[in-house]
């Protein structure tokens, strides 16, 4: 059974400071992998993708991947307390048109001003 | 206006009874999800679509039905609530682009007392 790990946290980091999300999976095949925003009683909200191996940056957001470790992570520089969520990472299959995600429980970061 | 809605927001009902609910999008997409969210649990997989025509499992499907009455319209059903199936429920849409990114409807907080 396909699974994505995540650690549930909570990841407490100062304002201004790095945070740092981490997420493992178990397929191999994986081909495509999210990084999903999610404020409590709200709903998810996409923030990154990242389809090969290295560092993919947007703003403050960074996602590396490394397929041969099978870990993606998620760096936000510079935290500010608005990105206090819970942070799920989702990967597809390798036939990206007939699977959906499986979501990791997803990580709850906090950020102290 | 919100390009994926879910009506009702709010359920509270009864073991035994009948629920049904709706999920309609704008973005004309193909494929649409219906995922449960449960503290600790992360989103799960109850069914997709990926056109009117074709229907699918989900890990998680016992207990549930969907109907996908149009393109934009994707109805999930209780036939018999139970208590355990007190949850967040959400609705999804993707495009057929491959990508796999997923945009979420608000919610519906559903309670079976």
Redesign the interface.
Known sequence: QKEVEQN?GPLSVPEGAIASLNCTYSDRVSQ?F?WYRQYS??????IM?IYSNGDKEDGRFTAQLNKASQYVSLLIRDSQPSDSATY?C?V?GPN???????????TTLSVSS | DADVTQTPRNRITKTGKRIMLECSQTKGHDRMYWYRQDPGLGLRLIYYSFDVKDINKGEISDGYSVSRQAQAKFSLSLESAIPNQTALYFCATSDGTGTGSKFFGPGTRLTVL
């Open positions: 549930s495509s999210f009683g709200k709903s998810p909200e996409l993708s799920l989702a597809n990206q048109a007939g699977t959906a995600l499986i979501f990791g429980k997803g």
